[in-house]
């Protein structure tokens, strides 16, 4: 059984990390993007982990992995975000910035979401299984 204390750190780390990915979303990256992209990449990149730390801290409170889950859907989330950072790139590259196609880079930004959404839960699921196998829960 999972100690209250690492319950409680979790949930804190949970609350704060929610926090930090609303703050980042709804002010720093409005101030920047899409008019300054240079400036954005920052909030952007700190938004990307504290929501990506969100699904983590989900992941090691509510999975209940019996063995050693499989990294699949990390594995995925991956290779989503990855696969939608280069079509972005690509699309800016031929000329089709944010401002000219919304709608193109508004299913970007789902794909890199639910990405990087994959990506924390498969590893706070990964180490609750972890932590159980060792006998720390």
Do not use: C, K
């Not at 920052?42 to 019996?66: H, N």
């Not at 401002?99 to 193109?104: F, G, H, M, T």
């Not at 508004?106 to 299984?129: C, D, H, K």
């Amino acid at each position: 059984m999972e100690s209250r204390q690492s319950r409680a750190g979790l949930v804190a780390l949970l609350v704060m990390a929610v926090l930090a990915t609303l703050l980042v979303h709804a002010v720093y990256v409005p101030r920047h993007f899409p008019g300054e992209y240079f400036r954005a990449i920052p909030y952007l990149i700190a938004g990307w982990v504290a929501y990506t730390v969100v699904f983590y801290a989900v992941g090691r409170l509510v999975a209940e992995p019996t063995d050693l889950p499989s990294m699949r859907s990390g594995d995925v989330g991956v290779a989503l975000v990855l696969g939608t950072l280069l079509v972005a790139l690509v699309l800016d590259t031929g000329g089709l910035s944010p401002r000219l196609v919304p709608e193109a880079y508004g299913l970007l930004a789902i794909g890199l979401y639910a990405g990087l959404a994959l990506v924390g839960w498969s590893i706070g699921q990964r180490t609750r299984a972890i932590n159980r196998i060792a006998g720390g829960e």
